[in-house]
């Protein structure tokens, strides 16, 4: 498989093929733009909530609230399992992606801007975060996606 | 004050004008740099730590993996107190930047890749860090820096 | 059902009737005993890791710490949920039985106190998520448990 | 000086003895009464917060909202460093201190049950973790507290 380009590989030095990273079964490249994505999408829902509580009415943006806490913190706890290439960030990534969508779709009730945004945060950060779920051992899609060099 | 450019800024709506960001006495533009350099530090000290696990003397590393731990913990710590525009956030940073200080210098010590990249992101942390710190009420260079205006 | 005893419930207010806590279908007392064995949990490996490092054959130990890492920061994410009453409570807590049964299994392997120790907080804590995550709308004994009244 | 009773002790196994905590200049039966203010602190805040939402007057509520959630991160966060007898377990208390602080003056402005006693529980954990900044190396009471033996 050709070493994909971007920072990430960059930064990833030789001396790391020994590394959790390796023993992971995922594909190096496939790390970097979920964990931005998961810090994009934390920063968003912490924006998010923290404008809704200045909203003239706040009461009807509880559940938002609520969903962007629950979003920011998995995204920063997903964040962490990939960075330190841990066997279980797939299942976090899964969880992660259950949680981006509920507080996507609460976002998108609202028409505020820092709704909006977080909703586009949140279902971009999702979309990664399925795809590494699906990476996981035994997920439907995993053969096709972890193992490109054995056709 | 001229707007600042960069996606901060444009992700930034005027609905906010009157939210915990406005409240709190630094600019905003200001926050933008030290996140981004929080969220780095936060990966390249998880990468660096469990790089440490894989290297042949781990023994020589405990301090190296433990202060990658604390240093990546608060770092992410204060990406949220940032992002939520925290009235305490100047005071995390403020930690932070010290953690950061005692990560670099110690994985300044060792010749490994992981540790020299992590060494190096911690010192852009901390020196983003400082600047945030700077800012807190009561601090010298706060008045400089918070009230460009005010001249 | 009568109402558990504990100072959870001692603590649990009249007005909490209409909170986040009504509207998520678990049934209030279930919370704290599992809040307590993931913060306990969350404890015993952050011990046993900053343990491990001191061992004379850390080498041996990495992958134990590694587990370690991710089972006290998950554990502490759980706790949040709960203690918010986060309607994806019992998915983090899901998550979290197993990454904790993961790291019971590593710490058995190794004869230390500090992973007896964490092994034994891990069973517990992956036996209070695992009965969380049943209290799942749709998981197999959720009609069981969260309905009592309905006989 | 007499060992401390209590269970944290009791799980402090004698292979520590060369562990970080015994690196780290404080008594280690300092440890275990702050972690437990900590979680318990961290706890009262989120249902605190998570309570404020859905009372019916929000807007007053919103900077009790977001002291809550600032307090009950670096409450979990101090709970990290002290479990790991991290060398900055008492900067971080130090900081965390005045989150407390600020949390228990802003709840005390409100009447409702989950304010009362979330700032119950910042004052307490305030406490604790003032008591171990103060065993931070250069803070004006280390002397007297972590060198009882030198008398």
């Known amino acids: 498989m050709a070493p994909a380009s971007g920072t990430f590989i960059a930064s990833f030095p030789a001396s790391l093929a020994n590394s959790p990273w390796?023993?992971?079964?995922?594909?190096?490249?496939?790390?970097?733009s979920c964990i931005d994505a998961c810090n994009s999408c934390?920063?968003?829902?912490?924006?998010?909530?923290?404008?809704?509580?200045?909203?003239?009415?706040?009461?009807?943006?509880?559940?938002?609230?609520?969903?962007?806490?629950?979003?920011?913190?998995?995204?920063?706890?997903?964040?962490g399992?990939?960075?330190?290439?841990?066997?279980?960030?797939?299942?976090?990534?899964?969880?992660?992606?259950?949680?981006?969508?509920?507080?996507a779709k609460e976002c998108d009730k609202h028409p505020m801007d820092h709704c909006r945004q977080c909703a586009e945060a949140c279902r971009r950060c999702a979309e990664e975060c399925d795809r590494m779920a699906g990476l996981r051992p035994g997920a439907p899609q995993a053969d096709l996606l972890t193992r490109p060099s054995a056709h």
């Open 22 to 32: 390796e023993r992971n079964p995922m594909p190096r490249e496939a790390f970097q």
């Open 81 to 103: 399992f990939m960075s330190r290439g841990s066997a279980f960030a797939a299942l976090v990534c899964e969880a992660c992606a259950d949680i981006c969508d509920a507080c």
């Open 42 to 79: 934390a920063i968003a829902c912490d924006r998010c909530a923290f404008s809704c509580l200045e909203e003239p009415d706040v009461g009807a943006l509880a559940r938002c609230i609520e969903l962007d806490m629950d979003c920011a913190s998995i995204c920063r706890l997903a964040a």
